[in-house]
């Protein structure tokens, strides 16, 4: 117990430099959880787009004309592009994934929801718009993405109606399993121009592209995601923003081109395919990168910050080995005065702890499409690292305190 009241009691000494010690530890602290939440977010990425991408070939849909106002003008010959979709739905596995335009009213922990692309454009609006997507039925089992809870009977139904025949209904969907505690199986969302009714939760930690952009900044984690259907007349006119999905095929890329650029033709619309894994293994290496950086970055700051702390701690047991020595003559040990050293600098990392505890929490980080939030597992991490620098950094100065014991106290020798 007089270990820890001598210890809280040194806190009022030099108080300056003890805050300067506090703010130090805790930009550390920080630093480290920023790049390991950096390092963690690069890995997740990766392992996510493999998830999607692994065992599968995907090529993807693209127009090739030469100005919107050229593809608008045979946008008004809907039959041009519904016959192309239906031709290329009898040859290849085409899935279609666009942006679902889903808008809530305010809740509580709404934020984690939100869609970051529109988040300045909506600010003061009463509706917010949500991550979402709309997709053709066959989304679900291409992908291998299941329900934990509810079933995909009434979706599938509705993907087969037109758009004019979902007037007055409740539209079914599919939500995120971040949703679950907010929302439940039958409840009735309202919208400005639709109603929806929840049928299904996604099982956890499953992941797609945003918007259905073939990019890897833009894998999303559907826990925070709406998944409506898409009508039957809506799909075959979005068929410029589908992926041909294989599990295996024997065809070489060309051929396939080859094959869609025929039926493009014959339908007289001026449509491709290309392939986007080009543009994957670039984002693949540069992510690479990104971890390396960080891990070098760990290991920079924890040698600098290890090094600073062997200074700061050492010279601070010199300069009050007086007191250690006094406090010796009237019956401490060294033992008592080695864990003295020790709970001084927890209590330091703990107020450091606190600070930064309360700093991150406050503010999340962007990167690229996503507001990251706090995690509870990397911040513990973080401050194990710490803990175990200052561990490590402690036992020299108690090291030399064993070592030589009054003479290290008294003379500093």
Same mark, same amino acid.
């Given at each position: 117990m007089? *270990?820890?009241k001598y +210890?809280?009691?040194? #806190? /009022?000494n030099?108080?300056?430099f003890?805050? &300067?010690?506090?703010?130090q530890l805790?930009?550390v602290?920080?630093?480290?959880?920023r790049i390991?939440?950096?390092?963690n977010?690069q890995?997740e990425?990766l392992?996510s787009?493999?998830?999607?991408i692994?065992?599968k070939?995907?090529y993807?849909?693209a127009l090739?004309?030469?100005?919107i106002?050229?593809?608008?003008?045979?946008?008004k010959?809907?039959?041009k592009?519904s016959?192309f979709?239906?031709?290329?739905d009898?040859?290849f596995?085409?899935?279609?994934?666009?942006?679902g335009e889903?808008?809530l009213p305010y809740?509580?922990?709404?934020?984690?929801?939100?869609?970051?692309d529109f988040k300045?454009s909506?600010?003061?609006?009463?509706?917010?718009?949500?991550?979402?997507l709309?997709c053709?039925p066959n989304?679900f089992?291409?992908f *291998?993405?299941?329900? +934990?809870?509810g079933? #995909? /009977?009434?979706f599938?139904k509705?993907?087969? &109606?037109?758009?004019v025949?979902?007037?007055n209904?409740y539209i079914?969907i599919?939500?995120?399993?971040?949703y679950k505690?907010?929302?439940n199986?039958?409840d009735i969302?309202?919208?400005k121009y639709?109603?929806?009714k929840?049928?299904g939760?996604?099982e956890?930690?499953?992941?797609?592209?945003?918007?259905?952009v073939y990019d890897?900044?833009?894998v999303?984690n559907l826990?925070?995601f709406i998944i409506?259907?898409?009508?039957?007349?809506?799909?075959n006119?979005?068929v410029?923003n589908?992926?041909?999905?294989?599990n295996?095929d024997?065809?070489?890329?060309?051929e396939?081109?080859?094959?869609v650029e025929?039926?493009?033709?014959?339908?007289k619309?001026?449509?491709s395919?290309y392939?986007?894994?080009?543009?994957?293994?670039?984002?693949?290496k540069e992510?690479?990168?990104?971890i390396? #950086?960080?891990l070098?970055?760990i290991?920079i700051?924890?040698?600098?910050?290890?090094?600073?702390?062997?200074?700061?701690?050492?010279?601070?047991?010199l300069d009050?080995r007086k007191?250690?020595?006094?406090?010796?003559?009237?019956g401490?040990?060294?033992?008592d005065i080695?864990l003295?050293?020790?709970?001084?600098?927890f209590?330091?990392v703990f107020i450091s702890t606190i600070i930064?505890?309360s700093?991150?929490?406050?503010?999340?980080?962007?990167f690229?499409?996503?507001?990251?939030?706090?995690?509870?597992g990397t911040f513990a991490?973080?401050?194990?690292?710490?803990i175990?620098a200052?561990?490590l950094v402690?036992m020299?100065?108690?090291?030399?305190?064993?070592k030589?014991?009054?003479?290290y106290?008294?003379k500093?020798e």
């Amino acid at each position: 117990m007089n *270990n820890l009241k001598y +210890s809280i009691r040194e #806190l /009022k000494n030099s108080l300056f430099f003890k805050i &300067l010690l506090i703010l130090q530890l805790m930009l550390v602290i920080i630093l480290t959880y920023r790049i390991i939440e950096s390092k963690n977010y690069q890995n997740e990425k990766l392992s996510s787009m493999n998830e999607i991408i692994g065992n599968k070939i995907i090529y993807q849909i693209a127009l090739k004309y030469d100005s919107i106002d050229e593809f608008l003008e045979d946008q008004k010959d809907e039959n041009k592009f519904s016959n192309f979709a239906l031709d290329i739905d009898k040859n290849f596995n085409m899935v279609i994934t666009v942006l679902g335009e889903i808008k809530l009213p305010y809740f509580n922990g709404i934020e984690k929801f939100l869609d970051n692309d529109f988040k300045e454009s909506e600010q003061g609006e009463e509706m917010k718009s949500v991550y979402s997507l709309q997709c053709s039925p066959n989304f679900f089992d291409t992908f *291998n993405i299941g329900l +934990s809870e509810g079933n #995909l /009977k009434d979706f599938e139904k509705f993907s087969q &109606l037109n758009s004019v025949e979902w007037e007055n209904k409740y539209i079914p969907i599919v939500l995120g399993n971040d949703y679950k505690g907010i929302f439940n199986i039958g409840d009735i969302i309202e919208n400005k121009y639709f109603n929806y009714k929840v049928v299904g939760f996604i099982e956890e930690n499953k992941f797609f592209l945003d918007k259905g952009v073939y990019d890897l900044s833009r894998v999303k984690n559907l826990n925070t995601f709406i998944i409506t259907p898409m009508p039957k007349d809506i799909i075959n006119a979005n068929v410029s923003n589908a992926f041909l999905v294989y599990n295996s095929d024997p065809r070489e890329f060309n051929e396939v081109k080859q094959e869609v650029e025929s039926l493009a033709k014959n339908n007289k619309v001026k449509i491709s395919v290309y392939d986007p894994n080009e543009n994957i293994d670039t984002f693949t290496k540069e992510i690479k990168y990104n971890i390396n #950086l960080n891990l070098l970055l760990i290991y920079i700051v924890g040698i600098f910050a290890i090094g600073g702390f062997v200074v700061i701690f050492c010279n601070r047991v010199l300069d009050r080995r007086k007191e250690f020595s006094i406090h010796i003559m009237h019956g401490a040990t060294i033992s008592d005065i080695c864990l003295r050293v020790i709970i001084e600098q927890f209590i330091l990392v703990f107020i450091s702890t606190i600070i930064a505890y309360s700093y991150l929490m406050l503010h999340s980080v962007n990167f690229v499409t996503d507001v990251v939030q706090f995690q509870y597992g990397t911040f513990a991490k973080s401050i194990s690292i710490i803990i175990g620098a200052i561990i490590l950094v402690s036992m020299i100065p108690i090291y030399y305190i064993k070592k030589y014991k009054l003479n290290y106290l008294i003379k500093g020798e």
